[in-house]
């Protein structure tokens, strides 16, 4: 079956730095790679969707790519702030379905 | 705007015993589902809808069941509440169909606990 792996690990960094986190996806290539962000006790709410051959897509200090030959997608946050805190959650569709990663918690400290 | 209404927000049961959780959206959405989160696991599949009248099972369907009278409420079944299915559930809703890749409208869950 199709997997799609985040790693479980939380992300600390530092307030101003880059967060950079990884979604990685087995054998066949997702046409489209979409990703969630979570605040605790609330529902994921969709931050961007990536297309297969847009290789890199943007929204303010959000950035994803996208890599087939890696199979993995990039989830970069620039100028990263305290209340960048969350965990990030990716996910594809297979047939019909929409399919989630475990999700990366992110700890921004100032 | 209300968006993906789910009730309760909490709920505690005893094993065996028998409840629904409702979802409701006011979107006009074709697409709805039903996920759980537990520590460690992410969000997993239990069953969705692509319309009124069509459900289908997603990952963990055993134990759940479903029913799509309406666009608007898509509720979710124990049958007979087990402690495995204590568990955060969240209703989610998009528009279209199942293969346009659309974004997810998530509820804010509900909190359920199997003593």
């Known amino acids: 079956s199709q997997k799609i792996e985040q790693n479980s690990e939380a992300l600390n960094i530092q307030e101003g730095k880059t967060a950079t986190l990884t979604c990685n996806y087995t054998n066949y290539s997702p046409a489209y790679l979409q990703w969630y962000r979570q605040d605790p006790g609330r529902g994921p709410v969709f931050l961007l969707l990536i297309r297969e051959n847009e290789k890199e897509k943007r929204k303010e200090r959000l950035k994803v790519t996208f890599d087939t030959t890696l199979k993995q997608s990039l989830f970069h946050i620039t100028a990263s702030q305290p209340a960048d805190s969350a965990t990030y959650l990716c996910?594809?569709?297979?047939?019909?379905?929409?399919?989630f990663g475990q999700g990366t918690e992110l700890s921004v400290k100032p | 705007n209300a968006g993906v209404t789910q009730t309760p927000k909490f709920q505690v049961l005893k094993t065996g015993q028998s409840m629904t959780l409702q979802c409701a959206q006011d979107?006009?959405?074709?697409?709805m589902s039903w996920y759980r989160q537990d520590p460690g696991m992410g969000l997993r599949l239990i069953h969705y809808?692509?319309?009124?009248?069509?459900?289908d099972q997603g990952e963990v369907p055993n134990g759940y069941n479903v029913s799509r009278s309406t666009t608007e409420d898509f509720p979710l079944r124990l049958l007979s509440a087990a402690p495995s299915q204590t568990s955060v559930y969240f209703c989610a809703s998009s528009p279209g169909t199942a293969y346009s890749n659309q974004p997810q409208h998530f509820g804010d869950g509900t909190r359920l606990s199997i003593l």
């Open positions: 979107m006009n959405h074709e697409y």
């Open positions: 809808s692509v319309g009124a009248g069509i459900t």
């Open positions: 996910a594809r569709y297979q047939g019909g379905k929409l399919i």
